[in-house]
């Protein structure tokens, strides 16, 4: 079990589908309410592993608009171009960890290649293998 700490709650209800509407992505059952459960938060374990390479999980992005203390969700939705992954989570690299909506699967981006390595886990096994 993970605790998170300086969780933010939720401004509006409708966020996840004006999100999809404007951006063009999908949110699965899983990821609403992961990110509900904890928008904004850091996680207590926040080390995983990406193939053979140790990583970092800074924090949940926050769905809420306006926000200035935080990182938010419309910066990276706005860089990454693959509408087929949805990010949810930022490394203090400033790189995306993204749900995959065609494997349903945890991947991580890489912001300096935009590439893409997957995790292989699904959304709860990744955030289960955070240690």
């Known amino acids: ?4 700490k300086y969780k933010i709650d939720i401004q509006s209800a409708s966020v996840f589908d004006e999100i999809e509407k404007q951006y063009k992505v999908k949110f699965s059952n899983e990821l609403r309410e992961f990110i509900a459960e904890n928008n904004g938060a850091t996680p207590e374990k926040y080390h995983f592993m990406i193939e053979n390479t140790e990583k970092v999980f800074g924090a949940v992005l926050s769905v809420n608009q306006g926000e200035s203390d935080v990182d938010t969700i ?3 939705l706005s860089c990454i171009e693959n509408t087929e992954i949805v990010p949810f989570a930022i490394d203090p690299f400033g790189n995306y960890i993204c749900y995959s909506i065609t494997d349903k699967t945890v991947v991580f981006w890489d912001h300096e290649t935009s590439a893409v390595f997957s995790s292989g886990k699904s959304l709860s096994e990744f955030i289960d293998s955070l240690y």
């Open 1 to 4: 079990m993970n605790n998170w």
């Open 74 to 76: 419309y910066p990276a």
